[in-house]
Nanobody, 123 residues
Framework: VQLQASGGGLVQAGGSLRLSCAAFGGTFSRYNMAWFRQSPGKEREFVAVILWGDDSTYYADSVKGRFTISRDNAKKTVYLQMNDLKPEDTALYYC?????????????????WGQGTLVTVSS
């Protein structure tokens, strides 16, 4: 499956953005879909994941209550709604897919990656 992320941009602190990740090929409805992010000089970090089947969601503590991950299987798209953005949310955001039965929180466990979309939050 190929993944294409979009929706990044420049926003002021406190603002909102919605990222999208469209899947091409594969059986999207059978993939856990996740978002990761990487800031300059930092390692890639887990942001959120939504499981296939029951749509269970898991979030990093740093974004819990501000970000919401969702999916539309008919459109083969996963979304990340980001509210109350902070300068520390500035990063390149990647979507990733995994066909396992359980949630994974490490990037190495994902076999499919999008190209990344840049989010910049100004103070």
């Amino acid at each position: 499956v190929q993944l294409q992320a979009s929706g990044g941009g420049l926003v002021q602190a406190g603002g909102s953005l919605r990222l999208s990740c469209a899947a091409f090929g594969g059986t999207f409805s059978r993939y856990n879909m996740a978002w990761f992010r990487q800031s300059p000089g930092k390692e890639r970090e887990f942001v959120a994941v939504i499981l296939w089947g029951d749509d269970s969601t898991y979030y990093a503590d740093s974004v819990k209550g501000r970000f919401t991950i969702s999916r539309d299987n008919a459109k083969k798209t996963v979304y990340l709604q980001m509210n109350d953005l902070k300068p520390e949310d500035t990063a390149l955001y990647y979507c990733a897919g995994d066909s396992s039965w359980s949630p994974h929180f490490r990037g190495i466990e994902y076999g499919y990656w999008g190209q990344g979309t840049l989010v910049t939050v100004s103070s």
